[in-house]
């Protein structure tokens, strides 16, 4: 930011925002800034990362555990398992037993049957809920990581806001990773790592000529962020009253800008 460009009156503002505990609560909890911390090279999360795509057991928190697979999402969509779905409900005990038990196992076409075997799968393993909530939601990131190669949402495989992990987009999946691998459906289904079917689905993406998928490199990710901190200033200072909202943009192109030799 080269907030030297701006006049004294938005500089002394802007600087005084060290001090906002509003501005600093915004800062430090920003969804977008967040996501694009994560996109930074962490030589741990690409180790596990590999391990899930080529189906080895996740080292978590002192412990292995197998990767998520394609089928064992869609089902959790399927019941609305809050670990899968945007419910609104608290995770429970049972959706964790659930989530760990169909980390081994293909589930019944009886979601009840399914919960009663899962029934006592947390404690089975020596977990508390607040861990295996940590360990369940590491292993679905580490699933959809390779997604972060997209430069948007809305050219993913997720698709939507409020994506639908039901039959038809397992079955979509299933049909590109096929004719990307070969393997038969059922193969794919329940073989492979959900880590594994991303990774897949891009290099389908790029056969048919999608030429935007890549990871950012470290000076684009500071850019990015830096933007990203432009705009929540902009947007605090307006609160405040000390930028006009009709300036918005002019502001954000003044402190992009940098100054004259």
């Not at 609560?25 to 800034?33: A, P, Q, S």
């Not at 990131?141 to 992990?165: C, D, H, K, N, W």
């Not at 000390?242 to 402190?255: G, K, N, P, S």
Request: proline residues 4%; charged residues 25%; contains cysteine.
């Amino acid at each position: 930011m080269h907030f030297q460009r701006l006049d004294k009156r938005l500089q002394e503002a802007v600087k005084a925002l060290t001090a906002d505990a509003e501005f600093q609560k915004r800062f430090n909890d920003d969804e977008v800034l967040n996501r694009l911390d994560d996109e930074k090279f962490n030589p741990a999360l690409c180790f596990s990362e590999l391990c899930s795509a080529a189906g080895i057991p996740v080292l978590i928190e002192g412990e292995h555990y197998s990767p998520v697979k394609l089928l064992q999402y869609a089902y959790m969509w399927c019941i609305d398992s809050p670990l899968a779905k945007e419910t609104g409900k608290e995770v429970t005990e049972l959706d964790l037993d659930i989530f760990f038990y169909t980390l081994e196992h293909k589930p019944d076409s009886d979601a009840g049957t399914t919960a009663l075997k899962a029934f006592g799968e947390v404690k089975r393993r020596g977990l508390s809920i607040e861990k295996a909530s940590s360990i369940a939601n590491a292993l679905i990131g580490i699933a959809f990581q390779p997604l972060r190669m997209f430069p948007s949402a809305s050219t993913t495989v997720v698709g939507s806001q409020q994506p639908s992990f039901d039959a038809d987009w397992l079955t979509g999946m299933v049909a590109k990773v096929s004719a990307v691998t070969g393997l038969k459906p059922d193969e794919v289904m329940s073989g492979l790592s959900l880590t594994a079917c991303c990774l897949y689905y891009i290099q389908w993406c790029r056969m048919q000529g999608v030429q935007s998928i890549s990871k950012r490199t470290s000076e684009e990710i500071l850019k990015a962020q830096s933007e990203r901190t432009d705009e929540l200033i902009a947007d605090r200072l307006i609160e405040k009253g000390v930028l006009r909202a009709e300036d918005r943009q002019r502001f954000l192109e003044t402190v992009r800008t940098p100054p004259e030799e």
